[in-house]
């Protein structure tokens, strides 16, 4: 459990909307650069596509953001590593084990 000293309030700014938010001391990093993020992402599509609702510009950015998520995801995700280790780890073993040298 956290201790009150733990969290910090904070506010983060989105165009003119403000969103003041209690996190984890620890976790306020994470916050300002999705903030940071978002902004940039934000900024990006409303120069590039000009003439679109607020409303098209957020869907953009949250889309970017997660379509980013997922690759990263993707990128971390072990399983085909961890498959193909499976027959090494087997023969190691199969090596190692003591009752296939008596």
């Not at 072990?78 to 193909?84: G, K, N, S, Y």
Request: proline fraction near 4%.
């Amino acid at each position: 459990m956290a201790k009150q000293n733990d969290t910090l309030t904070i506010t983060l700014r989105f165009g003119t909307w403000s969103m003041p938010m209690t996190v984890r001391l620890a976790d306020e990093y994470v916050y300002r650069q999705a903030e940071k993020l978002i902004k940039e992402r934000y900024n990006y599509y409303t120069s590039s596509y000009r003439n679109q609702s607020t409303e098209m510009y957020l869907v953009m950015t949250l889309l970017d953001v997660a379509v980013r998520l997922k690759q990263y995801e993707t990128s971390m995700d072990t399983t085909p590593i961890v498959e193909r280790l499976r027959p090494l780890l087997a023969e190691l073993e199969s090596a190692l084990d003591p009752k296939k040298k008596e």
